[in-house]
């Protein structure tokens, strides 16, 4: 029987397929806008769930590389809360499935305004897939839980590999930092291992504290605000008797802190890089005041906390998202749900949104 921290160990072999067969993924994209694709001037990322934390994770790396505007925005804001279109942007739609309803909806709202619609799944044979003018391959395969933790960390790096193409393409980074970015996202798989052992006896060790937590809330900052939205929400859908939020490092200090007990675990996903002046202290305070706080990555404080590095730089979310993932699984397992039930995972019909289309 496959586990789901089976799927978690198989991330490595994704990733390095997606890097290996970048060129023929999106070769049909530079052949179908070899010219079109120099005069967009935003890229407009749709999902939901998982799709839509994905494109938050990887908005950043997008827009950074290509020098265009990105931004990541869910299905019903997109149809139904949203009043401006721009033609010259280019709409990329997220769902592993290819069956997320709305977000069908949303591409064949684009496609009768003629504006360039780009479909990212599992398959070429997926509703969503057929809907756009251009399908890619997530290159995760058939994933055996709807609990995605592959279909994240594929979808972040199709997407990152998208914006990278794009830049490629248009000029807007050079062949050596190409090569460079190349060489860091290969550097993804080197690391898993170690970072997942790690997270598994960093849970033994605080095993009691966590089981005994009733909520969890997870901060990040840049890209590592997606895996904290990521992590909460498979908190939720994993465990099934826990609650969790993610929050944004600087939004999450406006309020929230004013309602934390010491049933409630706080969790920061440190880089190293930037804000240690806000998580240090925060998670100083809960680790004094409600001893249920912990660091995950750099600048730890005890022995409690999750410590490594990363060696991907920019790709160093996708480092981060099986810490998250595996908490969600032991917290499922040690209180004793069975994950391969597929009946608890069964939408119901009054709130089912992905329905082939």
């Known amino acids: 029987m496959i586990t789901l921290l089976d799927c978690i160990n198989r991330v490595p072999l994704i990733t390095d397929s997606i890097i290996e067969k970048r060129g023929a993924t999106f070769k049909p994209l530079i052949d179908k806008w070899n010219d079109e694709l120099k005069t967009i001037n935003q890229i407009v990322l749709i999902g939901s769930g998982t799709s839509n934390t994905s494109a938050v994770t990887a908005r950043g790396f997008i827009e950074k590389v290509t020098k265009l505007q990105t931004i990541c925005i869910l299905p019903n804001e997109f149809l139904y809360n949203t009043y401006v279109y721009n033609p010259n942007a280019l709409y990329v739609f997220t769902s592993q499935s290819g069956t997320s309803s709305l977000t069908n909806e949303a591409v064949r709202k684009m496609k009768e305004l003629g504006y360039k619609t780009i479909s990212i799944t599992e398959s070429d044979e997926t509703p969503l897939a057929k809907a756009a ?55 993804i798989s080197t690391n898993h291992k170690n970072i997942c052992d790690k997270t598994l006896a960093w849970f033994d060790h605080n095993k009691e504290q966590l089981l005994y937590s009733k909520s969890f809330t997870i901060y990040g900052n840049r890209s590592l605000y997606g895996v904290a939205l990521e992590g909460a929400l498979k908190i939720l859908e994993i465990s099934k008797h826990k609650l969790a939020i993610g929050y944004e490092m600087d939004d999450g200090m406006h309020g929230p802190t004013m309602g934390y007990s010491s049933d409630n675990c706080v969790i920061a996903l440190c880089d190293g890089e930037r804000d240690d002046d806000k998580y240090i202290p925060l998670i100083k305070w809960a680790k004094n005041e409600m001893h249920n706080g912990f660091i995950f990555g750099y600048n730890t404080l005890d022995d409690t906390d999750l410590a490594f590095e990363t060696k991907s730089e920019d790709f160093r979310a996708i480092e981060f998202a099986p810490t998250v993932e595996i908490l969600a699984y032991r917290l499922a397992v040690d209180i004793g749900i069975d994950l391969t039930d597929r009946s608890r995972h069964k939408e119901k019909e009054y709130f089912n949104t992905h329905k082939a289309n």
């Open 133 to 187: 003018d251009l399908h890619i391959d997530m290159g995760c395969g058939k994933e055996e839980y709807g609990m995605r933790t592959i279909g994240y960390c594929a979808s972040i790096l199709t997407l990152m590999l998208l914006g990278l193409e794009i830049a490629k393409h248009i000029n807007s980074v050079s062949e050596e930092e190409y090569t460079k970015y190349i060489h860091h996202a290969s550097l």
